[in-house]
Nanobody, 123 residues
Framework: QVRLQESGGGSAQPGGSLRLSCAASGFIHRTNCMAWFRQAPGKEREAVAWINSGGFTDVVDSAKGRFTISRENGRNILYLDMNSAKPEDTAMYYC?????????????????WGRGTQVTVSS
């Protein structure tokens, strides 16, 4: 059973930075896609950033140039570095493990989820 545990959420001022971490335990193949999703109140869950086993990464357009996803395979840790934070980044952020080696933005393609960590950006 795969378990994912997020940490690092909290409050930031606009323009500030946060680093989210996700520790994975249990059986998870290191070639699986890993991703960060977020969900704001009244909105659908959306993929924010994803990374495959080859290290290929991508980020949702609204976060390009501001967010960076990375993974530390030896320790099974996934990171999301959030810079130049905006109020619209406020949401619950979830770590997810994909079913396949390639990444998609469809939450149905992810087989394990963390409980989430809240990020609030306000002045």
């Amino acid at each position: 059973q795969v378990r994912l545990q997020e940490s690092g959420g909290g409050s930031a001022q606009p323009g500030g930075s946060l680093r989210l971490s996700c520790a994975a335990s249990g059986f998870i193949h290191r070639t699986n896609c890993m991703a960060w999703f977020r969900q704001a109140p009244g909105k659908e869950r959306e993929a924010v950033a994803w990374i495959n086993s080859g290290g290929f990464t991508d980020v949702v357009d609204s976060a390009k140039g501001r967010f960076t996803i990375s993974r530390e395979n030896g320790r099974n840790i996934l990171y999301l570095d959030m810079n130049s934070a905006k109020p619209e980044d406020t949401a619950m952020y979830y770590c997810a493990a994909g079913r396949e080696t390639w990444c998609t933005t469809d939450s149905a393609d992810y087989i394990a989820w963390g409980r989430g960590t809240q990020v609030t950006v306000s002045s």
